[in-house]
């Protein structure tokens, strides 16, 4: 199993990631997105499955940069742009407590996740050679 942080966003924000215009989400610290990234902060990366909404499409990527903020006049403007978003957005939104920035790629396939690559095709077939006599 992988570690995964699910991050589930409106269409508008799902969209601007989607085409690589987003690279930056902020959570609040105390919600359980924000709960979530704190815990991997010591050990990224690890990875995110942005869902539209609950249901929807997901895209994946992986956690490069975790920085927790006070205040969100305190982000720099280049982290800001990349999250798509404002000082006065932000301090609406979280008024006033902890936020946490977080920084992401998108994997060369967003759609798929992180598990369905080569590593368990290589444990299946790890397994039908144990079976087989082999290891």
């Not at 609040?28 to 499955?49: D, I, M, N, T």
Request: charge should be positive; hydrophobic fraction near 35%; aromatic fraction near 12%.
């Amino acid at each position: 199993m992988i570690d995964r942080v699910f991050c589930p966003v409106k269409s508008k924000w799902f969209r601007l990631i989607r085409f690589h215009r987003k690279t930056w989400e902020f959570r609040s610290a105390e919600s359980p997105v924000g709960r979530q990234v704190l815990q991997h902060r010591s050990r990224p990366p690890a990875f995110v499955e942005f869902r539209h909404g609950y249901r929807g499409r997901s895209l994946w990527g992986r956690i490069d940069k975790i920085i927790e903020f006070s205040d969100p006049f305190q982000i720099p403007k280049r982290i800001m742009d990349g999250g798509c978003a404002t000082p006065n957005i932000l301090q609406t939104l979280f008024d006033h407590r902890p936020l946490v920035g977080i920084h992401f790629t998108l994997k060369t396939d967003p759609t798929t996740p992180p598990e369905a690559s080569g590593v368990s095709r290589m444990n299946k077939a790890n397994t039908t050679l144990r079976q087989k006599g082999f290891g």
